[in-house]
Structure formats: structure tokens, C-alpha cells
């Protein structure tokens, strides 16, 4: 007797004690879930008034119609529950259309924000490679212009130099024999040695 009453104490300390420690940890659990918010969100409806309402009456014809009126406004009540489950169910279809759209439109213009800045920036770098080839071709023709005005100067050079020599040419071509005074010349040279 007494190791049942000191069991039964033990039970009811670590019952008390224990009791908290399981309700918190319930709590937490409960909480850390994300259908504990959708359950908070959710409206149950009243319990059923069916459910303790039956008195048995004396006569079995009057309980049968007793019953078959309890049965058509059981009835009617689930009908009246599952157009209002599918009036709910149409509106969460509804929501998650419009939430779908809103995303796919978001996504939409983030592509086109995304396309227009890939337009922007090859359009800066066709302006860019556009200025590169224009300095590109600025500078071939400034170099062509600079071979070209280098061979103009060797040329005028070559050609006063094909000047100078004509020049100098001609001088010594005053000195010349014309071919008439060729023969008399080589008869003269040949007798007097000496001159040349």
C-alpha cells in the first residue's frame, strides 16, 4: 500500500514536472510549422448539430420519417458545405492564377529589362568598335599619306639626281668629237702620242 501511494506521488510530481516541458516543446513544434499559420487563417465550422440529437420516439413510422428528415437536412447541409468547399477551392485556383501571372509578367519584364540592357550594351560596343575603326582607318590613311609623300621625295630626289647626272652628261658631251672629225682625231692622236 504504501509503495503504491508513493508510486502514485511519483507519477503526479513528475507529471507536474513534465507537464510543462512536453507543452513547450508542443508549442515550439506547433509554431516552427507553416501549416500551424494556414490552421490560424482557417474558420472550422460549428459542430455538427446532428451528432446527441436523436430521441428515440415510441412509434416506428414516426421515427423513420424523424429520420428521413434528419438524413435530408444532413444532406442538405453537405451540399451547402461542398459548394462552399468549391467556391473555396475556385478561389485559391483564382489566387494562384493571379499570383502565377504576376509572376510570370514579373519574369517577363525582368527578361525585358534584361534584353534591353544587352541592347544597350551592344549598342555602346558597336559605338565603340565603330570610333576604334574610324581611328584605325584615320591612322592607315595618315600613314598611307606618309609613304606616299616619302616616295614623292624619293622620286624628286631621284629624278634631280637623273638631272644631275644628265646635266653633268651634257657638259662633257660639249667635249665630244662629231663622227665626221672621228678619223682625222685618231690619225692625230696616233702620229702624236704625246698630246694625249
Known amino acids: 500500500m504504501a509503495v503504491a501511494a508513493s508510486r502514485n506521488t511519483l507519477l503526479r510530481y513528475s ?9 513547450q516543446t508542443l508549442s515550439l513544434r506547433f509554431k516552427s510549422t507553416s501549416t500551424r499559420s494556414s490552421h490560424e487563417d482557417h474558420t472550422f465550422t460549428d459542430p455538427n448539430s446532428f451528432i446527441g440529437s436523436w430521441k428515440s420516439p ?9 429520420l428521413a428528415g ?8 453537405v451540399k451547402g458545405l461542398r459548394l462552399q468547399y468549391i467556391e473555396e477551392v475556385e478561389l485559391l485556383r483564382e489566387e494562384k492564377r493571379r499570383k502565377d501571372e504576376a509572376k510570370r509578367e514579373a519574369t517577363r519584364r525582368a527578361q525585358a529589362e534584361l534584353k534591353a540592357s544587352k541592347a544597350a550594351a551592344a549598342e555602346a560596343r558597336a559605338i565603340e568598335r565603330k570610333a576604334f575603326e574610324e581611328e584605325f582607318r584615320q591612322t592607315l590613311l595618315k600613314e598611307r ?4 609623300s616619302n616616295w614623292r621625295m624619293k ?14 652628261l651634257r657638259q662633257q658631251s660639249s667635249n665630244w668629237i662629231d663622227e665626221h672629225e672621228l678619223e682625222q682625231k685618231i690619225l692625230n692622236a696616233t702620229v ?4 694625249l
Open 15 to 23: 507529471a507536474e514536472i513534465l507537464k510543462p516541458t512536453v507543452t
Open 58 to 66: 415510441r412509434d416506428p413510422k414516426v421515427a423513420l420519417a424523424k
Open 70 to 77: 434528419l438524413r435530408r437536412d444532413y444532406a442538405k447541409q
Open 145 to 148: 599619306a606618309e609613304k606616299l
Open 155 to 168: 622620286e624628286e630626289m631621284m629624278e634631280k639626281r637623273r638631272e644631275a647626272k644628265n646635266e653633268l
Open 192 to 195: 702624236d702620242v704625246a698630246h
